[in-house]
Each structure stands twice: as structure tokens, then as C-alpha cells.
Nanobody, 124 residues
Framework: QVQLVESGGGSVQAGGSLRLSCVVN????????MGWFRQPPGKQREGVAV???????TYGDSVKGRFTISRDNAKNTLYLQMNSLKPEDTAIYYC??????????????????WGQGTQVTVSS
């Protein structure tokens, strides 16, 4: 049984930073794809950043240069460092994983495991 638990969300002013964490309870190979998705109010869930089994990283256009995805296999934790936050980054952020090295993106399809989500609110 795999469980993903996100933390680190909160409220911040535009231009600020947050770091999200996703702890993996259970077994996920270091070669599995993991990523972050978000769902803004009234909109569909969208891809933010994913990290493939080979270490390849893919970012959504709206977050490139501002967000950084990383993974600490020793701590079974996935991170998302978010800098220069904008009001349009306001959303519920979800961690996801799948037992494959490749990462579907940006659509949140074919991910087997999801966290419960953490709210990020950016005020202007």
C-alpha cells in the first residue's frame, strides 16, 4: 500500500516562496515517475512539474524558471520549491506517482497514487 502525504502549503504574498513536500509511505522505486499537479479554483487539474525515473524533469510553461522539482530518495520525499509566486499560482497542489519511469504530462492521467492535496494561496 502506497500513501502520499503532502505538506508545506499556506498563504503567501506575491513574490514570496514556499516549499512543498510529499512523503511517500510504502514502497516506490527510485525509478518511478513522481510529480506535482495543481487544481486552481473552478478549473481542471493541470501539470506543474514531473520527475522521471532517469532523473529527467519537465515543467509547465507557466512555472518554468520559478519552480524546481527534486527528490530525496533517502527520505522518500518529493519536493517542489516555488519562488516568485503569483496570484495565478493559487491552487490545491497534489503529489502523484506511477510505477513507471516515464511521466505523462501535462495531463494528470495514468498516475496510480495521489496525495490528499495541500492548499497554496498567493495574494497580490
Amino acid at each position: 500500500q502506497v500513501q502520499l502525504v503532502e505538506s508545506g502549503g499556506g498563504s503567501v504574498q506575491a513574490g514570496g516562496s514556499l516549499r512543498l513536500s510529499c512523503v511517500v509511505n510504502g514502497y516506490i522505486s527510485s525509478n518511478y515517475c513522481m510529480g506535482w499537479f495543481r487544481q486552481p479554483p473552478g478549473k481542471q487539474r493541470e501539470g506543474v512539474a514531473v520527475l522521471g525515473g532517469a532523473g529527467s524533469k519537465t515543467y509547465g510553461d507557466s512555472v518554468k524558471g520559478r519552480f524546481t522539482i527534486s527528490r530525496d530518495n533517502a527520505k522518500n520525499t518529493l519536493y517542489l520549491q516555488m519562488n516568485s509566486l503569483k496570484p495565478e499560482d493559487t491552487a490545491i497542489y497534489y503529489c502523484a506517482a506511477r510505477p513507471r519511469a516515464s511521466c505523462p504530462f501535462p495531463a494528470p492521467t495514468d498516475y496510480n497514487y495521489w496525495g490528499q492535496g495541500t492548499q497554496v494561496t498567493v495574494s497580490s
